[in-house]
């Protein structure tokens, strides 16, 4: 597995460059990685969304499908693409360090 | 007597019927299984009544044909599931119990979840080929369709056979080419995907078919609301598409009762182990096909193969013996790609989609992921095989588990 260095922290990625360990991700790789995907600033609308995706994906195992964001965390999925645009779900789950979420298969 | 209760007779719960009653005592062991109606679909066979190709006798049997003697069969809706008192409350008043529950309530389409979609212009602009009904309605338009634009959309993943998007692009690019208008469509997929597949070696190869026959992929495309007057599709970006005919995949949920009795996710799939399909919250309660909420593909062969490793697991689960994690998501999957030609797709949840050759590594006679005149004829043998060895649980001669004898690594991951 590949290692990258993000925010100054050594972490494992997958080719896709996804975190594999969600244990290693910070607040500081979170910027990062949101300005990689086109994302200069992440407001508090932002945080909210990310801090859901940590949570659920600590107790299901798995990054969450759009729909269970928009279902569980009452954010509006027209919301979900003017905060993460193209592919909110893929993109937050990434920025999130957590893995590519499994809603297609 | 111990009950086993099995809630639908479609592909899984009819194969599950079959398999249980061959693995269980008899004299220990009753099994019902309940459906609304008498009819069960080759839903595969949806695919070809557009074009002609399929009529109603193919794709419609008689459930009864399919079910073992020994297995009662209960016509009535499913009110309700009470997990806490194992009983169900039945449409017709009522109760059943029981000890084992085997849920198998698939999953259907919801236009209503899209506005604009199923509305005045459903059946008319806007079709689909997800039901029988719609495939029926969509052969009559295309009969005198006079051509124009027709855009396929996929509203959102996952969808059940999500390979049927691209075998419809290909074989209405062979009709139109056959009809002598091929130069008066024009074939675009719109789709909620970064393109053509969700695996990514499939995904290029799937995309460059499309491509070389003039099907136009517009990507990550997630339709937020349908103008039917306008005939356009308007996404939640704001991207807009427009059309003449649409050809649209509705939002794919599980069955209603399942939300209501409060066993579903978001979409109404009921959360199991991937490996065995126990649910996570009861211990008497499996589920199958495309009711359960596994990361596999939503398709016949997956509830085949489900089917299969589940059995050896419920006779090991009843005797109090701990379950082995024996399904590993093994799907395939024949594609049409026109002109008499198909291509063939076997993965799991590790594996992707690899070429090569499938069942006998290095001969066939299919090929994977390339196309051929065998795989096109397989395709069509199919159906043969669902309706007299599949469903009455017959051995087919395919292994549960995916292989990887006769598949090539792409160089990178050796």
Redesign the interface.
Known sequence: MATRTIAGKTVEVNDEGFLTRPEEWTKEIAIELAKEEGIPELTEAHWKVIEFCRQDAGATG?APT???IT??AGVS??D??ALF???PAKKVARISGLGKP???? | MKKVLILGAGTAGTMAANKLVRLLDRDEWQITIVDKDETHYYQPGFLFVPFGMYTRSDVIKPRRDFLPRDVELVMASIEMIEPEHNRVRLGNGRTLSYDFLIIATGADIHPEQTPGLGEHEWGRSIHTFYSFEGALALFRHLRTWPGGRLVFNVVENPIKCPVAPLEFLMLADWFFHEKGMRDRVELIYATPLPGAFTKPIASKLLGGMLEEKGIKVVPEFMVEHVDPDARKLVAYDEQEVEYDLLVSVPLNMGAEVIGKSGLGDELNYVPVDKHTFLSNKHPNIFVLGDAAGVPASKAGSVAHFAVDTFGENFARYTEGLEMQPLFDGHANCFIESGFGKGLLIDFNYETEPLPGRYPLPGIGPFTLLEESEANHWGKLMFRWMYWNLLLKGRELPLTAHMSMAGKWLPTAAK
């Open positions: 798995k759009l729909r269970r279902t569980a999925t027209k979900m693409f645009p193209k592919g499994e809603g297609c298969v």
